[in-house]
Nanobody, 118 residues
Framework: QVQLVESGGGLVKVGGSLRLSCAASVSTLKDYNMGWFRQAPGKEREFVATVNWDESAIQYSDSVKGRFTISRDSPKKTLYLQMNSLKPEDTAVYYC???????????WGQGTQVIVSS
């Protein structure tokens, strides 16, 4: 069973930065497409950013493009989300996601809270 453990959330002021991390208990990240999603209070979970298994394709939602950067460190088996120029509307619980490329199994982390105060 794959376990994903997020960290790095917290309280930050408008315009500030945070870096989220997601440690994956897998043999290799190259078996997984990975991404970040978020869910604000009273709203559905939404896509933030994804990176595919060989890092040849990265996608961002329009709301974070140019401000957030997704990356992965394969030796450390860790996914990152660098978040800059944070806005109050970025306040949400951020979830790490992994999709196994061979059988499409999906895995989620427990989430980490990000609060952006104005």
């Amino acid at each position: 069973q794959v376990q994903l453990v997020e960290s790095g959330g917290g309280l930050v002021k408008v315009g500030g930065s945070l870096r989220l991390s997601c440690a994956a208990s897998v043999s290799t990240l190259k078996d997984y497409n990975m991404g970040w999603f978020r869910q604000a209070p009273g709203k559905e979970r939404e896509f933030v950013a994804t990176v595919n298994w060989d890092e040849s394709a990265i996608q961002y939602s329009d709301s974070v493009k140019g401000r957030f950067t997704i990356s992965r460190d394969s030796p450390k088996k860790t996914l990152y989300l660098q978040m800059n120029s944070l806005k109050p509307e970025d306040t949400a619980v951020y979830y790490c996601h992994a999709e196994q490329i061979y059988d499409a199994s999906n895995f989620w982390g427990q989430g980490t809270q990000v609060i952006v105060s104005s």
